[in-house]
């Protein structure tokens, strides 16, 4: 289980990182919905306390780390508020460049 | 009451930002507001920093009287008071900037209430014991810089915000590994908490990740190389209020992570402080050349401000008290010349035919505003670091305590010492040279117009805020003794982490 968890955050950041650096604005958003929830998932399976009780209960009656659920609640409503923003942004550039590639941004350079 | 007084600075401006959106009706009753706001604010500060200093106790706070390590901790000690009172002194600039400005933006009717969250962001992070408490702090910070640069009269001003919104996610992505890697090992996110079990157990194996993932995300923040890009454009386009406090305070929410993290955190990631050193210096080098390049004021100022950070990071780097204090010295004056020289550059802007600091609009319009030129002049002194301004005093500061660590042999390595010592001080003479080549530029050259049509505008920003800048960088370059005894006195309190932590332990 914990070698799953482990591919699978791997796996999600590598996505998330490689969509951060295409050229599409889209997929740089993708990315960082992506990227946030290898975060998220980093923060369950590895928050528990002293490595001792995990932040998910398993068993009846077993107490969890309560913490790291604050942690990626608090992280989730800031990434969603985040994700939002960047799409209204990208809205934007959008209508003002006509374009959907990063790299025609650029008025700033010249 | 009085146990609230160390949140105070933080929670005062979150308060008064959310009555001042209830007054986005009321123009002129919204700033009259935010501006008092931002007053309080700064007087609690100092008297937080005046009380601190002469007790020689921290201030604390646990919020929702949770106790110790569970709740969130607010840990003023000198530090932390020292640079929240430089914040918020600098920000009360900022509002009297903006009060006097003509930018559309900052009449826009959510440009106070943003501009007071900025505020909270970056005192709450200064101030927070918690170092999830941080990220919270820093993310309302990046957003409220975020759309505060978004609405600016610059027409590159959403692609400045895309670009800067963007380095930060992934800042906030490092800083949120680093903290999970950090709770994994150690079981607690209170800041003293985590010194104390940092120290009794070093080996375990998520500590050097996690200080890895921070130290990135600190440089993110303060904007120093390797992560530098995003700063030139995004003070080109952000309003001149906005920029002038990203350049000069936002930015040191980085280096007090850094000395958190070289003196608290992490004293035994011996690989930090080199690392520091390396950075800083190819900072004051390549930004002094970035700026010699630009064409654009504000993109000097800019590159600038990156130069800069170098010669604080090469002070933390070196890790003695004197050099810390040093360091925090360079902190304190750098934020009021950066901000003072980020609103002169707006100031002519405003005046400019059209609204850019590009040098080929500004140059020559100088010619109309000798009181700019003056203000300008001593600005430029400070900032290259010649008498009798505050840059003098620090840039002194700073190559004595290198000389002094040299003579006391505390580094010996001649790669860590001299030659850092030797790039800064030549680079050093590159500020000297942009700086008075703008100021030649703009005074000295004659105005051109590119059409018969084309005027320096009559009528511009205020100039009393960068006015009062700078008779305050002259006047602790006059008057420097007891900034000198402050910072001392801090430089000795980040040695000895053990003062910080057990101000927690009172609380337990």
Not at chain 2, 49 to 72: D, H, N, R
Request: charged residues 10%; glycine residues 8%.
């Amino acid at each position: 289980m914990d070698l799953i968890r482990a591919l699978a955050i791997g796996a999600l950041f590598g996505i998330g990182l490689y969509q951060i650096l295409r050229r599409n604005v889209i997929r740089v958003a993708i990315g960082l919905v992506v990227l946030s929830n290898a975060i998220n998932l980093f923060l369950l399976s590895v928050g528990a306390y002293e490595g001792l009780v995990e932040a998910y209960a398993k068993a009846v009656g077993q107490r969890s780390d309560a913490l790291p659920q604050a942690l990626i609640l608090t992280a989730i409503v800031i990434s969603m508020g985040g994700f939002a923003f960047v799409l209204a942004l990208i809205y934007v550039l959008s209508a003002r460049y006509r374009t959907s590639d990063n790299d025609e941004v650029t008025g700033l350079s010249h | 009451m009085n146990d609230l007084l160390p949140a105070l600075p933080m929670l005062i401006p979150l308060a008064g930002a959310a009555v001042a959106v209830l007054l986005r009706g009321n123009f002129a009753l919204q700033r009259a507001w935010a501006f008092a706001v931002m007053l309080a604010a700064f007087a609690i500060s100092a008297r937080n920093l005046w009380v601190v200093w002469q007790t020689g106790q921290p201030l604390v706070f646990q919020m929702g009287a949770w106790a110790a390590p569970f709740g969130i901790t607010i840990a003023v000690d000198l530090l932390s008071a020292f640079f929240a009172f430089m914040a918020q002194l600098v920000f009360v600039f900022g509002f009297l900037y903006a009060l006097g400005a003509k930018d559309k933006a900052v009449r826009h009717n959510t440009f106070y209430p943003l501009f007071l969250t900025l505020a909270t962001g970056l005192t709450g992070g200064l101030i927070t014991g918690d170092i999830f408490n941080l990220f919270v702090m820093a993310e309302l910070m990046v957003i409220s810089a975020v759309v505060l640069t978004a609405i600016s009269d610059d027409k590159y001003g959403a692609e400045a915000a895309y670009k800067y919104f963007l380095i930060s996610s992934v800042a906030t992505f490092t800083l949120l590994f680093g903290i999970g890697g950090l709770y994994a090992s150690y079981g607690t996110l209170n800041m003293a908490d985590l010194a104390e079990r940092i120290a009794a157990a070093p080996d375990r194996p998520l500590l050097a990740a996690s200080v890895v993932f921070l130290a990135v995300t600190f440089a993110i923040k303060s904007a120093a190389v390797p992560f530098h890009f995003w700063q030139p454009d995004f003070h080109t386009a952000s309003p001149t209020p906005v920029s002038a406090m990203l350049s000069s305070v936002v930015v040191k929410l980085g280096v007090y992570g850094y000395i958190r993290l070289s003196t608290l955190l992490a004293p035994q990631a011996t690989w930090l402080q080199p690392a520091l050193i390396v950075a800083g210096v190819i900072g004051v080098v390549f930004g002094g050349l970035g700026a010699l390049g630009t064409h654009n004021v504000k993109r000097m100022f800019a590159y600038s401000t990156l130069a800069q950070i170098g010669f604080i990071f090469v002070g933390i780097g070196w890790g003695t008290p004197a050099a810390l204090a040093a360091a925090v010295l360079f902190t304190f004056n750098h934020a009021l010349i950066k901000s003072a020289m980020l609103m002169l550059s707006g100031y002519l802007a405003s005046r400019a035919p059209i609204k850019t600091a590009a040098f080929s609009v500004v140059r020559g319009t100088g010619k109309y505003a000798p009181l700019a030129g003056v203000v300008f002049f001593l600005g430029c002194m400070a900032l290259a670091g010649l008498p009798p301004t505050n840059g003098f005093i620090s840039k002194l500061a700073l190559f004595q305590s290198g000389i002094l660590a040299a003579h006391d042999r505390t580094i010996e390595s001649t790669v860590q010492l001299w030659l850092p010592l030797l790039l800064i001080g030549v680079s050093g003479i590159l500020t000297v040279v942009y700086s008075f080549r703008a100021l030649m530029r703009i005074w000295w050259e004659p105005f051109e117009p590119r059409s018969p049509e084309e005027k320096v505008k009559p009528h511009g920003d205020s100039l009393l805020a960068p006015a009062g800048l700078v008779a305050l960088c002259l006047i602790l370059g006059l008057w420097g003794q007891p900034l000198l005894d402050l910072v001392q006195d801090v430089g000795a309190w980040v040695v000895q982490p053990e003062r910080y932590i057990a101000s927690i332990a009172l609380l337990r």
